[in-house]
Nanobody
Framework: QVQLVESGGGLVQAGGSLILSCAASGSTFRSSTFGWYRQAPGKQRELVATITTAGTTNYADSLKGRFTISRDNAKNTASLQMNSLKTDDKAVYYC???????????WGQGTQVTVSS
């Protein structure tokens, strides 16, 4: 089973940028769809962005233009570039992998993003 390890979270001032990375183990990376989700304190986990095997991307409407998801099949890594960060972006960010047409998904352990005003 694939394992996901997120990194890149931390503390940043409002208006700043961060790049999150999701490193995936195993040999199924090219055949998997990846997504970034986030969960703020007291709130439900929500979609941030997804990227398919063909590189097609999808974003939460509220984040379009500030966040960019990408993938590097050679490095088995999915990334999330976050710009113009706001205090509302503070959350734990999770990477999710879904292989092919499988109904099952794998989640990473999450990485904390904190944005100070």
């Amino acid at each position: 089973q694939v394992q996901l390890v997120e990194s890149g979270g931390g503390l940043v001032q409002a208006g700043g940028s961060l790049i999150l990375s999701c490193a995936a183990s195993g040999s199924t990376f090219r055949s998997s769809t990846f997504g970034w989700y986030r969960q703020a304190p007291g709130k439900q986990r929500e979609l941030v962005a997804t990227i398919t095997t063909a590189g097609t991307t999808n974003y939460a409407d509220s984040l379009k233009g500030r966040f960019t998801i990408s993938r590097d099949n050679a490095k088995n890594t999915a990334s999330l570039q976050m710009n113009s960060l706001k205090t509302d972006d503070k959350a734990v960010y999770y990477c999710k992998e879904r292989y092919g047409s499988s109904l099952n998904s794998t989640w990473g352990q999450g990485t904390q993003v904190t944005v100070s005003s």
